[in-house]
């Protein structure tokens, strides 16, 4: 049963013509959670087939257009696909003006249900439950109100199932800059997608901008003892984001780029294997 995180944008907001900008996928043994919605999202899905009627909630993490921009394309799509199912949005409160605003343009055809769930929380906390999956946003530190989303995969009672399962779990912090509390939040995450803009000879304009080097969020990765690191959202300076890869290594080697297309499965896992 499939656990794991499928990059479709690893770049930050400039355009770029191999890079799309932040949208990422979620799935808990086959439940799709959409994580932010940068413009040509719903080309990236059509591109790795991954089908829009798959995705019942979307998470949106703040309100800079490289991270939302795409959602207004897709949830006319959604429509013309003939989708009846209800879609949940998470996002920031301003959200509902732009969805209003949306609809009011072009909502007449779109027939399903779209219920906008306003964040709005100074901790960490529970937005949704799923059968597969809890999930829990909680604030981030970008200037403007921003959130990141913890995942963990739930365990089923089943009869024939064993009792011992090790459940999965994954979190996303995009856009930051570091904060103490976020250690906490993250705490022991299978793989944690992690901001990193720019590399630490960029700290101070990463700083100014509340975004994070390469280096602070490996920091955070060996600190919160995370299983992967996924660096994404790269500055288009770098038209080769190795020098992001190199940097975080150093300090946390199991990190690795987002890269278009690229899924990080977490593998089913029994608890007993873990002091193994
Ligand atoms: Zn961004
Ligand atoms: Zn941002």
Redesign the pocket.
């Known amino acids: 049963m499939e656990f794991s995180l499928t990059t479709l944008g690893s770049a ?2 400039k355009p770029m013509v191999d890079r799309y ?2 949208v990422h996928v979620l799935n808990a043994r086959g439940r799709l959670f959409l994580i932010d919605c940068c413009e040509g999202a719903q080309f990236q899905l059509v591109r790795y087939k991954i089908s829009p009627m798959k995705i019942d909630r979307i998470l949106i993490s ?1 309100l ?1 257009g ?2 939302v921009f795409g959602i207004f394309g897709l949830l006319s799509t959604m429509a013309l696909l003939g989708r009846t199912a209800e879609l949940h949005i998470y996002a920031p409160r301003d959200f509902s003006s732009m969805l209003n605003f949306f609809m009011g343009h072009f909502g007449e055809g779109i027939k399903y249900p779209i219920t906008h769930h306003p964040l709005t929380f100074k901790e960490r906390q529970v937005i949704c439950e799923t059968r597969t999956v809890e999930v829990s946003a909680f604030p981030l530190n970008h200037g403007i109100e921003t959130y990141g989303f913890h995942f963990l995969e739930k365990w089923q009672e089943h009869p024939l199932a064993p009792t011992d399962r090790y459940a999965r779990s994954a979190a996303y912090c ?2 930051t800059a570091p904060f103490p509390e976020l250690e906490e939040y993250v705490r022991g995450v299978d793989i944690l997608l992690h ?1 990193a ?1 720019y590399t630490e000879e960029m700290r101070a304009l990463a700083n100014e901008r509340y ?1 994070s080097t390469a280096a602070q969020a490996a920091d955070l990765a060996r600190r919160a003892g995370v299983g992967k690191l996924i660096a994404a ?1 790269f500055s288009s300076r770098y038209k080769d984001p190795d020098v992001l890869l190199q940097e975080a290594r150093a300090i946390f080697p199991e990190s690795y780029l987002a890269c278009e297309g690229e899924k990080f499965n977490v593998p089913y896992r029994r608890l007993n294997e873990e002091n193994d």
């Open positions: 930050s907001a900008s932040s703040h800079h490289d991270h995009c856009d901001e803009t975004h959202h």
